[in-house]
RNA sequence: CGGGACGUAGCGCAGCCUGGUUAGCGCGCCGCGUUUGGGACGCGGAGGCCGCGAGUUCGAAUCUCGCCGUCCCGACCA
């Protein structure tokens, strides 16, 4: 099938829409891929279709490869299997209610339901068991943004796997990770694998998938050598050197008047600041005042944090302050405090300088082990020019979109849902199980934010709209339209998508349409190839064009592809 | 949920501060004609609950209040 721009619904557009900011954003938009119908809800439209369902299919083909087999849940979800596992007070859930007043939920993700399905395996024989659909998944973000890039309903491949043991869900996990690499190198998108957080899945561990990008909500750290690659949330990282005064025997009370940021005292000492600390009150989901230390030129990581205390935690208000250490927040420290001191790791070796827990006063030459006993643990956020914990070299901060996630989660569904088997020594087991998503939206959303220039979107041959747009320029001269329509027959008779741009428009105007569309391959009818009845082909990527004989047209597009 | 901004034709915007006939501009759209290798030009035309509601006023796109929607930053987040 030709399909004939002059038929086709291809509604590009002129200008950007002015709420739009990022690339994939725009260009989506302008290209008549996508349409917002309310915040972060989005229309796919013919053309985009065609691009998501491409992604699908290579999905699709990698997820059989490892053994997937396609189901298709529903999204009307009664609400008492999420009661079952504690998930239904998620406030990201929408709810509903049908006629006699049950309640249903839009599942964001289908954990529950697989392993209601899975309830139905019994053997050990039977396992392992990896099952996958696409589906719709609603979410109640409370900030959709971005174009695709985060949204509050989706499609998404979501899989999951059954297995007797840890060391089969550890090979089926595996089997997950190299089948989703294959599937971003195919889709054309550069993406990472690093080690993240579970979130409201809960579980043993995940593996993020981050794609860098103009526009995103991560942060990817990487090793210039590519030894390490990880969230920035989590990433651990050599901090640059601290330049420490001469060593004092014991801490030494100094008096800083006025002096409360971290700038104005390594200013008021003459020291730097890497030889300073800083002093961080945090208050416990259970009430308990921790102090967190770390570096003076540092900033704490939440994220990690959370991970250390195994607790949210909130900073410690200035009443809260005062009560426990007399003192208020410029002048804190962790030595005679009587409080939980967990000590970041750059402070483990040296002298720094700390709050006296005076106002008004510091302590030179506090020295971990020695003046106070902190709980070491790696809680600082790195920062540009710190260096890789693998290999030393240095890393890059890259914004990134996370398209893919992938978790252990052990039986924290099986065992409230009652999925067990029964193993060879006749016990019933809780199944162990994986969970493993991807969005196509955001793959495709990621590849044309790593694809793109000023024109339009360059996709990848394997995810392009069609392979091969075929430009007439229709009213230039008699006969090459009949040309155009040749060079579109061939082509599709060899089995390749073409996109014939019939339309009678001015050629800036189709040139500009083909450049934004960005199909991988352009050829271009006109007077001046209707002379020696050739095409004149452009490669979207880089912008080389050669002239190609019409009876060649087919064997040359195959070799480019 | 906190902070900021915006809402006028399909898209991009002006008008609002300082209220006053028929609400404007560019692009796009429809018709006719001339044009045609990178978004041409002429002539003619269509298209608006000025986000919604209340209020002030002789009179509201314009002032006031409320609501809704959308975007950005943050919080949050498979």
Not at 207 to 214: I, K, N, T, Y
Not at 312 to 330: C, K, N, V
Request: proline share 6%; net charge negative; glycine share 10%.
């Amino acid at each position: 099938m030709i399909a004939r721009a002059s038929k086709l619904f291809l509604p590009t557009l002129r200008d950007p829409p002015a709420d739009a900011e990022a690339a994939s954003h725009k260009l989506l938009v302008r290209g008549g891929f996508i349409r917002q119908v309310s915040a972060g809800v989005w229309s796919f439209l013919p053309l985009g279709w065609r691009v998501h369902r491409k992604i699908e299919q290579i999905i699709r083909e990698e997820m059989d490869a490892i053994g997937g087999q396609e189901f298709l849940c529903p999204l009307l979800t009664p609400v008492e299997l999420w009661e079952a596992t504690g998930r239904a007070s998620i406030p990201e859930i929408f709810h509903l209610t049908d006629r006699n007043g049950r309640h249903f939920i839009l599942p964001m993700t289908h954990e529950e339901t697989f392993t209601f399905h899975a309830r139905e395996i019994q053997s050990y024989k039977e396992l392992p068991q990896i099952w996958y659909h696409f589906a719709v998944k609603d979410r109640d973000e409370p900030r959709p943004r971005g174009g695709l890039l985060r949204v509050r309903e989706f499609i998404m491949k979501d899989a999951y796997s059954f297995d007797r043991d840890e060391e089969g869900v550890k090979r089926s996990f595996e089997l997950h990770r190299d089948a989703y690499d294959r599937m971003f190198a195919r889709c054309g998108v550069e993406a990472h694998a690093v080690q993240a957080e579970s979130g409201i899945m809960g579980g043993k561990y995940s593996v993020d998938f981050l794609a860098p990008s103009g526009s995103g909500e991560n942060t990817l750290v990487v090793c210039e050598n590519g030894d390490f690659a990880a969230d920035l949330e989590i990433a651990r990282a050599i901090p640059r050197a601290p330049e420490f005064p001469e060593p004092l025997t014991a801490p030494e009370e100094v008096e800083t008047p006025d002096v409360t940021t971290i700038e104005g005292l390594a200013q008021f000492l003459g020291i730097d600041a890497t030889a300073t600390s800083k002093a961080m009150p945090v208050v416990k989901d259970d009430g308990a005042l921790v102090l967190a230390l770390i570096r003076g030129d540092d900033r704490l990581s939440e994220s990690k944090l959370v991970g250390v205390l195994s607790s949210a935690s909130r900073p410690a208000t200035d009443e809260e302050i005062r009560a426990a250490f007399g003192a208020s927040g410029g002048s804190l420290g962790p030595v005679g405090v009587e409080l939980e001191v967990v000590a970041d790791e750059a402070l483990r070796g040296g002298q720094f300088v700390a709050g006296a827990n005076r106002d008004g006063w510091h302590l030179r030459g506090v020295e971990a082990g020695r003046d106070y006993e902190p709980r070491f643990a790696d809680i600082r956020e790195p920062v540009e020019g710190d260096l890789c914990p693998e290999c030393g070299g240095a890393l890059q901060f890259r914004t990134a979109i996370e398209i893919g996630h992938i978790f252990n989660f052990g039986d924290r569904y099986s065992k409230p849902l009652g999925a067990t088997f029964v193993d060879e020594d006749g016990q019933e087991r809780p199944l162990l199980g994986g969970s493993y998503g991807i969005g196509p939206g955001r793959v495709m959303a990621a590849v044309v934010e790593q694809s793109h220039d000023e024109q339009g979107i360059k996709w990848p041959a394997a995810i392009a709209p069609y392979q091969v747009h075929v430009v007439a320029l229709a009213a230039t001269a008699e006969g090459v339209l009949e040309l155009a329509e040749e060079a579109a027959r061939s082509l599709d008779e060899a089995g390749i998508e073409v996109l014939l741009d019939d339309r009678d428009l001015r050629p800036g105007e189709k040139f500009n349409d083909a450049d934004l569309i960005g199909c991988p391959i352009r050829l271009t009818v006109g007077k001046k190839t209707l002379e020696d009845g050739s095409l004149d082909m452009l490669l979207r990527a880089s912008g080389e064009q050669v002239r190609v004989p019409a009876n060649e047209i087919a064997t040359r597009v195959k070799e480019m592809l």
